[in-house]
């Protein structure tokens, strides 16, 4: 299990990292929409990706700490 959580939020933290940029470098190039999302969703989602993967890589540490070396 901690291995399925910590490649989730592994996965989840580079997929959210790479939609927040790609929504900032969208909006300086001065466009408002990506397709037919707003460009303030696509920031939102990655926001909400990257604090999943947060969520999914604390889980990891908690789970570790209860364990002996």
Do not use: D, E, H, K
């Amino acid at each position: 299990m901690n291995r399925f959580l910590l490649l989730t939020g592994v996965l989840a933290g580079i997929a959210g990292g790479m939609l927040c940029a790609v929504a900032v470098v969208a909006r300086l190039s001065g466009r408002y929409f990506l397709g037919a999302f707003q460009l303030g969703t696509l920031l939102l989602a990655g926001i909400a990706l990257m604090t999943g993967a947060c969520v999914c890589l604390l889980l990891v540490l908690v789970r570790r700490t209860g364990q002996r070396p």
